[in-house]
């Protein structure tokens, strides 16, 4: 497998959790719905109650403090594995 299609899996990896947080924030603005997380808003999107989808995304944010340097010390460990290879 080419090391720059390892590079990009983990760097999708490590933004993942922030990039729904946006999408989350995105999506309320749009439908002009409050959207916090000290609690689960309602959010009417197509006529459908989307606030408890909405929140799950917005929380997800939470998760980059572990995953992106997790993500960080997995491309460390991986250009070290590449330079070791050779």
Known sequence: MKPWLIYLLIACIGLLPILLAMLASAL???AKC???????????????DVGNVLYGM???GWFSLIIM????LAALVYSIYLLVKR
Do not use: K, S, Y
């Open 34 to 48: 409050e959207l916090n997380e000290a609690n689960v808003g309602p959010c009417v999107i197509a006529g459908r």
């Open 28 to 30: 309320a603005n749009w």
């Open 69 to 72: 340097p997790a993500a960080g």
């Open 58 to 60: 917005f929380v997800c």
